[in-house]
C-alpha cells in the first residue's frame, strides 16, 4: 500500500520536532506501507476530465498513492485544501476529508454544529464591531475566554478576567485589525489548567490523557508545557468522543474536552492531532493503529 503525507516540510526537511511524522515513517515499513511525505506545493493542479490515475508532482505526473494523510493542521491555507479536494476528486481517499477538515478549523462553525446535535458545549459568541460589552456580560460573563477562529497549541487562546481588561484588549484588537475573527466563550471554571484529550480513529477512542498546566496557566496544551497522564475511558467519555467525530465527520480525530462537574464540554476537535504526549502517556502506537484502520476501510491488506 502506498501513501502520502501532507505536510509543511519535505521528508529531507524534517527535524526531530516533526514528532508525528517521523513516527509515521518509522512505523510504516513494517505495516507495509510505502509512505512519502511531501508539501503541498510540489504538486501542480491540472483540472481536466482526462488522466485520472496520475497526478504532477515537481512538474512530472507520478501515480496516485492510495490514501493520502493531510497533516497541515492549522496551517491548512486555501491552496492546501484545493490539493486535497483535487486528490479526492482522483479518487484518492483522504483521512481527513477537504470538507471536514476545512469544518473543523473553524472553532465557531465546530461549535454552531455540535449545539445543534445537542451536544454540551460552551457558549460561544462572535465578536463584531463595534462590540458591545454589556451584551458579552449578560451572555457570556467575566472571565471570558477569547480565541482566534482557527489556532493550535493554545497560540491564540486567551482568558481575559475581567469587563475592563476584556474592555482594553477589544479595544487593542480594533485599532489593529478590526477584520480579525475573534470568538468569545464562557470559561469553564472547573477546567481550569486541566483538560482531556481522546483520539479517535474509525470511530474507536483508542487512548484518553488528561492535560495539565505546570505554571499556573488555564491553558492544558501539551505543545505549551503541560504534564500528561493516562485518563481511564468512561463510557461517556468514549461517546462524547466518537459521536463528536462522527458528526464532525472526522475518521481520525483528537477531541478536546473540559471538565464540567462531573460531566464535560466540548472544546475544540483537531483534524490532525498531535500525539506525543499520548504516546508517552498511553500505551499506545498511533500510526499502526492508523494503518490498520486504512488497511480495513481501503480492503487494502
Ligand atoms: N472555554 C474554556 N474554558 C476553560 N478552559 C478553556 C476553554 N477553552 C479553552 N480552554 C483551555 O485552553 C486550551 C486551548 O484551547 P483550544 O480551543 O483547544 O485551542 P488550541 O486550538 O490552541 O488547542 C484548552 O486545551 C483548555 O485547556
Ligand atoms: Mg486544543
Partial sequence: MR??????????????????INRFLEVAPSENIELNVLKPERIDLIVTKEDRKSILVDGNPVALPDFVLPRMG?????????VIRHLERLGVPCFNSSTHIDMVKDKLFTQQVLAQKNFPVPKTMLVKSPIDIDLVEKYIGFPVVVKTLSGSQGKGVYLSDNKKSFKDLMQLIESTNPNFNIILQEFIKDSFGRDLRVFTIGGRAVACMERRSVDGEFKANYSAGGEVSEYGLTPEIEWLATEVSRVLGLEIAGVDLLFHGNHFKICEVNSSPGFEGLEKCCNVDIPKEIYRYLKIRLGIY
Fill in 74 to 82: 492549522a496551517g491548512t491555507t486555501y491552496f492546501t485544501l484545493a
Fill in 3 to 20: 501513501g502520502w503525507i501532507l505536510y509543511r516540510m519535505n521528508e529531507s526537511e524534517l527535524k526531530p520536532e516533526s514528532y508525528e
